[in-house]
């Protein structure tokens, strides 16, 4: 079950928002030259129904807009609205406001469907294009609002959480670790959202950027800049959307998987530069079935005195000297971060304002609740650990480096059978029981 969660938040955290682009961009692109499904026939079919002014379109109309208006400023100055909201009046006013907006667009569009359950000239105006949007809007506000209403604060923890992660997206380096914990409501908004990109070009919306007249017989113009910036886009959509094709996995299978950890802890440094052995950390791995986790004192024991790179500490040695200062004692960053979660202070005792929290690394390798593996028998036949998590010394951020599956596991056993491990006759059990009891 926790694989298949994995593997839906890849599919529609990951996958989906660039998946959501490209769509946007072909279904552009396709309207624009009047290619399938936009033909001639299309046009004029269109044409035949023209929009339809009233109360209710207006308040879906005004209400999106203000809604888009309100999360696109929050987007772009997200430390602004945090600073805002620390003023709990402010906030209840930010609160208050979106709700309301939320509230006004949902009262829009229950008024616009309840004009096409009884008016036959509106189901006539209206094409399946447009109820299917109608339909996508009415989760995505829905979803706004039932979070407003039964989580509180959605201003802050929308600045805190989604927009770290919604930027993540545009760098093209998707970080889903800070709202794969988000409640189910706030999950669907941001899906709904996608829905919404992708299906916009199926609407009046986007004539502006498609050049395209009104649907009054009038021949369209074209524009040469509009289609190059329509190229371009899709061009950069394509390249981002094809390497997380190419790096998307079944159910099951993990091999790439390369999560963000709390801390940045750089094996590429520990086992390669300084050469420090897997199981100084891992020792577990010689005892029992599991490599276990380090415990923080084992960090300690280096780290007690190693308070930055030695590089930094040197530049402030040598700029100490010059300016004739004590040198400052330096703390990385992430070493803050480990210090912090032991209640140490700045001199590194326990500081009483500071509650230990334990560490919440990210597991990497993740086998099957019915398959057993057994460090100890592994370790013990002298197999490097290299040999299933890959050249682990040139990693900065650990990854799953083998798929880790059945039929790899089995072929491993047949060859060390065959050949020995660094020379040495073993016996590996192919036997079902072994890893399946």
Known sequence: MDTLREYLDQLLFVLLPYAAAVLFLLLIVARRYRMPPFTRAWAIERA??????????????????????????????????????????????????????????????????GQWIVNAEVRRESGPADWLMYLVLLVSV??????????????????????????????????????IGLPILAKTHLISA?????????????????????????????????????????GFSTLALVPRLLSAHLPGSDQGYEPKQPIAFSHRLHAGEMQIACLYCHHEAEHGPHAGIPATSICMNCHKSVTSLISEVRAEFEAAKQEKRPAKKLVSQELAKLYNALGLDDKQQPDPTKTPTPIRWVRVHNLPTFARFDHRAHVGAGVECQRCHGPVETMERVRQFSDLSMGWCVNCHREVNEDGVDGKVVHASNDCATCHH
Request: charged fraction near 15%; proline fraction near 6%; aromatic fraction near 10%.
């Open 142 to 179: 829905g979803s706004g609002v039932g979070t407003a209403l039964f989580y509180q604060w959605g201003s802050t923890w929308y600045a805190i959480y989604v927009v770290p992660y919604l930027r993540s997206i545009i760098k093209l380096d998707p970080d889903i670790s800070l709202i």
């Open 48 to 113: 035949s129904r023209p929009p339809r002014r009233n109360a209710a379109r207006l308040l879906v109309g005004y209400g999106v807009l203000l809604l888009l208006g309100g999360h696109l400023l929050a987007f772009m100055i997200p430390q602004q609205v945090r600073i805002w909201n620390q003023e709990p009046v402010r906030l209840y006013i930010l609160e208050v406001t979106g709700l309301v907006f939320g509230l006004t667009t949902l009262v829009g569009l229950f008024l616009t469907a």
């Open 194 to 234: 996608y829905l919404l990109l992708a299906f916009l070009p199926l609407t009046r919306v986007v004539r502006p950027l498609i050049g395209e007249e009104p649907e009054s017989g009038q021949k369209k113009t074209g524009s040469t800049l509009t289609t190059a910036v329509l190229l371009i886009g899709l």
